[in-house]
């Protein structure tokens, strides 16, 4: 759900938002790195005399400093969100230097928030891990949606963006059980039908659009657990 909201504000230009999927940053460096968003080792750094692309290391382009002085630094420029996903598979390390950044955010008076997001078990794995900042962080629990809940959420956004939905009633309750009501999993089966609609180009949601959305999205829930 969060890489959503990653998209959303990536279109506002008064914030500069950071979407991680706790696994894909196991240690403080893929973090910062995530944060100021290095994610190649290489960019095109011009072109040579023979007529050739020149690359260059990200870390040289964008200087050697303190990878989180440079995170810090990212700061000044806008308002900063960090969001982080599946955040109950975070390491102490990663937690600690998300702690590092918002004790400097404090001290440097730069607007910076953190949303970690994941299972009911994350509070308990933060009490484990015993980062400080659990007491003084506001938290909100999102339970299962009810049925007509999950499905206005899941087939509203396709019919106000111009889709024309044509599944028997019978296969959209089938959609929401296999999702079990959990927010996420009804978006993220919402956003795969959404694009295999789109790319079909007659904007028509019916079985067959099911059929073709479910192995994709089974691959990206494979690829997340």
Known sequence: MLHH???KL????RVYPVYVLSPSVPTPKSLHRKFLRETDRSQTAGTSQDGRERKTSLLTATGTGDLGERCVAVMYDKPTLLMADEAQRNSREVLDAILSLTDAAR???TKFAVILAGTPTLPSHLRKMDVSYLNSARRMRMERLDIQSAKSALF????NTGLD???EEVVENR?????QCYPYFVQSIGDTIWNVAIESNDRVID???IVLAHPRWDEDVNVMY
């Open 5 to 7: 909201v990653e998209r």
């Open 10 to 13: 990536e279109k506002n230009s």
């Open 107 to 109: 001290r440097k008076k």
């Open 156 to 159: 509203e956004p396709m019919t």
């Open 165 to 167: 939905v044509r599944l």
């Open 175 to 179: 959609l929401i059980e296999q999702r």
């Open 207 to 209: 079985t067959e659009t």
